[in-house]
């Protein structure tokens, strides 16, 4: 099991970050390198607890689709994506947002598990942890511009 741990501080009241957190079309917007798009389930607006959302998308040159329930849900302070189809073996995706005197802290707990064994656990050891990182700092970094404007 690999876990990734990201901080980012946006000045912005919590709400707002929390509302781009959870809004598909910002999600989709931050994700154009990967032509990130939701193809079932909610496909707009901000997603709930409860809901689903399939997404379509280009990684490693290839299409895959990974479907995730909001599974935990605390407005404004916490809800929680997982994956219930895809190519992992297990994906959890805690997101935390605590307000601190001037600015939001958005926590990302990206907890996963890959498959295919040993060649699963190298490829996440060589490419994929730093490429999961890479995204979803990019992904943070665009909530941070929205928010701050």
């Given at each position: 099991?690999t876990?990734i741990r990201?901080?980012?501080f946006i000045k912005?009241p919590?709400?707002?970050v929390?509302?781009?957190s959870?809004?598909?079309s910002?999600h989709?917007?931050s994700?154009k ?6 193809i ?6 901000k997603?709930?607890?409860?809901e689903?959302?399939t ?8 299409y895959l ?7 935990e849900f ?11 189809a895809?190519v992992f ?23 996963y ?8 656990q190298?490829f996440?050891?060589l ?7 890479k995204?979803l ?5 665009h ?5 701050e404007?």
């Amino acid at each position: 099991m690999t876990t990734i741990r990201l901080k980012t501080f946006i000045k912005a009241p919590i709400l707002t970050v929390f509302d781009l957190s959870r809004d598909i079309s910002v999600h989709e917007t931050s994700t154009k390198n990967t032509r990130e798009k939701a193809i079932a389930g909610k496909t707009s607006g901000k997603i709930n607890l409860g809901e689903t959302v399939t997404w379509r998308a280009k990684h490693f040159g290839m299409y895959l689709k990974h479907t995730s329930l909001i599974s935990e849900f605390k407005s404004p302070n916490y809800f929680v994506d997982e994956m219930i189809a895809g190519v992992f073996k297990s994906f959890r995706h805690e997101h935390i947002f605590e307000e601190t005197e001037n600015e939001t802290e958005m926590i990302d707990i990206l907890t996963y598990e890959v498959p295919y064994g040993i060649v699963g656990q190298l490829f996440n050891y060589l490419i994929l942890k730093r490429y999961l990182t890479k995204f979803l700092l990019q992904r943070n970094n665009h909530i941070k511009q929205t928010a701050e404007m």
